[in-house]
């Protein structure tokens, strides 16, 4: 692939992540949200959802390597690869710019999610139903845990986007959909796998801001964990796919 400028590779992270946000969200949004067709769909149909939104994404924003995710683009530059795509270095200011693009691309692709179903955002449901189309929450609290669930989980996504380049297998965004179906099926139970920095608070903020009836509380308290249980488990994967020499 042609070499690209930092300002298509921000478009593009941009774009994809927009794309998987509208996605992701839109399907939590059609499983749990009032009188949606596909509403009582249960946890596969997410899963799923997430796994297509994710390979979407994926071509949307092939240009720039499709990260979507800070916790790729940390694992990335942990791994000791030299460019985050074609002509793109790894370096800070070009990971911050990264990293900035899919934290805005999340937000908006929330709100948008939000206008597709805004008249099911308008019936009664519970303020808790309504922030879950937007971010992640535990099913049983418990801080340290639920950081560990979601460092395992991003573990699991990073290490194999590292190692996916030596393997002989070249499937490349039905790979790592595949995989993201995966974490959400038998790691998801626990937090709802945010495994995404980005796909968690933008959304987050994007549901402070926006004029959703009945919405309650943003939850910040834990706000946190899905935002650095992801970092860590981004940073490992990477420096395990570096030290064991699996990166291409």
Do not use: C
């Not at 994710?54 to 694992?75: C, D, I, Q």
């Not at 793109?88 to 597709?116: M, P, S």
């Not at 937007?134 to 049983?140: K, R, W």
């Amino acid at each position: 692939m042609e070499s690209i400028s930092i300002g298509e590779a921000v478009l593009s992270e941009f774009l994809g992540t927009a794309t998987l946000l509208l996605l992701g969200a839109g399907v939590v949004a059609n499983v749990i949200l009032p009188r949606t067709k596909g509403f009582g769909g249960g946890w596969l149909l997410i899963n799923f959802g997430w796994g297509l939104a994710v390979f979407t994404a994926v071509y949307v924003a092939f240009k720039s390597g499709a990260h979507l995710n800070p916790a790729v683009t940390l694992g990335i530059w942990a791994a000791g690869k030299e460019e985050f795509a074609p002509g793109i270095e790894v370096d800070a200011v070009n990971g911050f710019l990264y990293i900035a693009a899919q934290f805005a691309g999340a937000a908006v692709g929330a709100a948008l999610a939000y206008l597709t179903y805004k008249k099911h955002f308008d019936e009664d449901a519970e303020p808790g139903i309504k922030l879950a189309v937007f971010s992640t929450g535990p099913e049983l609290r418990s801080y340290g845990w639920n950081f560990f669930t979601e460092v395992v989980g991003t573990f699991v996504l990073v290490f194999w986007v590292a190692i996916s380049g030596n393997t002989p297998a070249e499937i490349g965004p039905l790979g790592v959909a595949l995989v993201v179906v995966a974490i959400g099926a038998s790691l998801g139970g626990p937090t709802g796998y945010a495994i995404n920095p980005a796909r968690d608070l933008g959304p987050r903020l994007a549901h402070a801001l926006l004029p959703i009836r009945g919405k309650g509380s943003s939850d910040w308290s834990y706000a946190w964990v899905p935002v650095l249980g992801p970092a860590v488990g981004g940073i490992l994967g990477g420096l395990l796919a570096n030290v064991i020499n699996y990166v291409a």
